[in-house]
């Protein structure tokens, strides 16, 4: 039965002696050093590793005398005859004393000690078996796997505001109990192995158009699902060892039904794996990610979106197009192309007159139904117009003109999707802004270096 009364004890600046200048006894000098004590240490001499730590070194043998006022004393030499009068001595001062691995010489012992922030856990063992204590500790640190220490900051916070705010006592208790239940079953559900999916947006074709943090779910992937339209570095290169299953379309038609695409993806995340669901562009803008958030949501399935940069801006960044301009835009639309067709779908007259850029994505193939519902209602048949095709990748192309020549151009020079195409007065700014990135003196570096940008000609199906 271990009938010992656990105590932390307050030693921050109080005189504390350790009598030896071996291994054990520097061990001993940390763990007091983290309490802030003020550490004399006496021994004839020191090993190396004392020298670093803030003690007073008195190099002498131990006397009666260097024992007076001092708070704590252990006792780490090699010599038994020592160690005894060490321990004698402080008892005969009432000074709680330790001699290392000789229980019936202390009168407290130091616990295997796990810290995490203000959490300090202590294991004793009676002084039975430190190195059960040890492995008792050792597990204790594999449960909370640095989040214990986290939280406790969290509720100290949250404790503060409870103690500021109310004044019932049993009101107090049954808040802060409440929280600290909460954080508790936070720490149940987070130490399952728990899947995860990453809705992740590829960028417009560059892979170093990606995020940051798009780079690390694809790098701590399992298993990614991928669509048509992306880099094959992003795909295969950043985590080989990821699953891949292409899930895009192929000659225009989809490969995997979408509500296939979300069976699997439940599938895959209750195994427990991390699932990237890799998008071109950013998933949010045409490219379905909200019907796959929705239903990740209607399952109660942890997922994330990580937005990406979207064609439309990226096309233009990476043409001199300022999608924004205080004298010609004060806002921007992006538009989908496909539904041109569609009767009422697009307000063209409304289009026509907002006095915006207009962005739109899967267009080439409606450009008739897109120049005449602008141009009919009235946009100047001067207005710029700008087709990108490739964007941002090695074979990138750019066609200009007005929506009044633009068909005729593009009868000679063929145009292949998947292309942005923008419309408005901001067009205008392209050969400014392109001739002076193009003419850059020799020896300007890119801003990184390039992964992927040139090899990279991949036939593009359109989505
Ligand atoms: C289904 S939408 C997906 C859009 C994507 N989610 C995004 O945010 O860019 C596909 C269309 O995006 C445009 N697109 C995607 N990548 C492109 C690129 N590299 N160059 C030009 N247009 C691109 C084309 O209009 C294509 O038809």
Redesign the pocket.
Known sequence: MNTLLPIFMKIKFEPCLIVGGGKIALQKARQLIEAEADITIVAPNLIPGFDVLKITHTSTNYERKHIAGKKLVIAATNDSEINRKVYQDAVALNIPVNVVDEPELCSFYMGSVYQDGDLKIAVSTNGTCPSFGQYVRDHIKSVSRGIWGKSLAKLALHRKRVIQSITDYSKKQQIISQLVAKEEAFHNYSSKKQGKVFIV?AG??DPELITVKGYHAIKNADIILHDA?IHPHLVFEVNPLAEKIFVGKRNGKHSVSQKEIQSILIEEVNKGRQVVRL?????F???R?GEEAIALAGENIPFEVIA?V???I??AAGYGIPLTSRKEANKTLFIT?HQCDRKGEHDWKKLATLDATLV?????KRIDDIINGLTQNKMSLYTPIAI??????IN?QILTSTLGEIKNKLSKDEVK????IIIGEVVNHHENIQSCIDNLPAGVLRPLESSGFDFWQGEFI??
């Open positions: 947006g417009p074709g339209l998008k071109g562009g950013d998933p803008i045409f490219g990610g990406g979207t064609a439309g990226g096309a192309g739109f994505y899967m267009g080439l990108i095709q490739n964007a941002t990748l990138q999707t998947p292309a942005i359109e989505a």
